[in-house]
């Protein structure tokens, strides 16, 4: 997780599409489980972050992503570094020790709590189950914005859907889906499978939402086809150049960067 704007992000004059309300209830959702391990993280993190926190840098730091959390002001390095502290002896996690973690830190005010739930969560991806995704779709749509989301499509739904294939049928859902991070989500999960990638239901994604005048899905279309152009470049191209009149200036810009 960085605290600087990732490839495809958005810019930080962008306002639309912040969403800071924690779902009261998403169906399929689990109450936070019990976990010792989670009590453990939990009561450390709550006493190392704080103790290093910066409040003139949280300042800049609410202010540049628009004011979507409050921060402590802890830069990227220095809060993987108090992260390390923070776990240094405690076992793997289990699925319900992953779920009670993430939720616990999501439901916390200040963001480094999700950040450090994300890079939890990149980090033990495959000691969870597909049944995790229920969880990770409340993560997208709790305090939603690019820095949690885009993190959490790539590296966490998309571990999930790569481990079962299964999941692609309800990332067919989910770019249907009002909620912008949602669709998005849909959009992105596939950014690391490089020859794995699903062309066909790539494309098919990047053209139900082709329509859309939302900033973050028309770069999130151009982001998907950008990153598939490294492993098939042709077939991005040739997508692209059929649908010229249906996708954004924007997503074609984007899919074409580098083409």
């Keep these: ?21 924690i779902p009261a209830d998403i169906s399929g959702i689990p109450e936070i489980p019990d976990s010792s391990l989670a009590d453990t993280v939990l009561e450390r993190l709550i006493t190392v972050y704080p103790a290093a926190g910066n409040p003139f840098r949280a300042q800049e730091m609410v202010a540049y992503m628009k004011g979507v959390a409050p921060f402590l002001g802890l830069r990227t390095p220095e809060r993987r570094a108090l992260s390390r502290t923070v776990l ?3 076992p793997r996690p289990d699925e319900q020790d992953c779920a009670a973690v993430a939720l616990r830190c999501f439901a916390l005010p ?12 990149r980090r033990h991806v ?3 189950s597909s049944g995790f995704l229920p969880v990770a779709r409340l993560l997208v749509t709790t305090v939603s914005w690019w820095d949690t989301v885009d993190h959490l499509a790539a590296h966490v739904v998309g571990g999930l859907v790569a481990a079962d294939a299964s999941l692609g049928a309800r ?9 912008l991070w949602v669709a998005r989500t849909a959009l992105l999960h596939q950014l690391r499978f490089k020859e794995a990638t699903d062309a066909d239901r790539l494309f098919a994604h990047c053209l139900r939402r082709a329509a859309d005048t939302d900033f973050f899905l028309r770069k999130a279309i151009g982001w998907s086809l ?7 470049p042709a077939e991005v191209r040739a997508f692209v150049t059929a649908n010229t009149t249906r996708l954004s200036p924007l997503s074609v810009r984007e899919a074409l960067k580098h083409l």
């Design 1 to 21: 997780m960085s605290d600087t704007a990732p490839p495809g992000g958005g810019p930080a004059d962008v306002h639309a599409g912040i969403t800071s309300d």
């Design 226 to 232: 950008r990153e598939y152009a490294k492993s098939a």
């Design 88 to 90: 240094d002896g405690t």
């Design 126 to 128: 495959k000691r969870c």
């Design 110 to 121: 200040e963001r480094e709590y999700h950040y450090f739930a994300v890079d939890y969560l």
């Design 171 to 179: 990332m067919d859902e989910w770019i249907e889906d009002e909620d």
